[in-house]
Nanobody, 120 residues
């Protein structure tokens, strides 16, 4: 089992920044790819960004490229999401997730989510 706990959400004005953090405990953290999903009201959940186990390869959804940066620290069992130039459309519940062999179509573990609200 891997337990994931997110922190860092909140309310920010458009153009501002937030940093989300996900702390993992339990099984070997470095064995999993890590990612952040979000679900906005009335929309499907989407994979925003992901990073491989070693931290040298990352994926970003087109909607956040150039604004969001994912990073991980396997020594501290954490994965962070730096969000800059936030837009109202970034408002969503953000979830940290860990993916094993089944990949991002079916992550193995989920956090409880942290709310990000961007005001215009």
């Amino acid at each position: 089992q891997v337990q994931l706990v997110e922190s860092g959400g909140g309310l920010v004005q458009a153009g501002g920044s937030l940093r989300l953090s996900c702390a993992a405990s339990g099984r070997t953290f470095s064995g999993y790819a890590m990612g952040w999903f979000r679900r906005a009201p009335g929309k499907e959940r989407e994979l925003v960004t992901a990073i491989n186990w070693s931290g040298d390869t990352a994926y970003y959804a087109d909607s956040v490229k150039g604004r969001f940066t994912i990073s991980r620290d396997n020594a501290k069992n954490t994965v962070d999401l730096q969000m800059n130039s936030l837009k109202p459309e970034d408002t969503a519940l953000y979830y940290c997730a860990a993916a094993g062999p089944a990949g991002w179509g079916r992550p193995d573990y989920w956090g409880q989510g942290t709310q990000v609200t961007v005001s215009s």
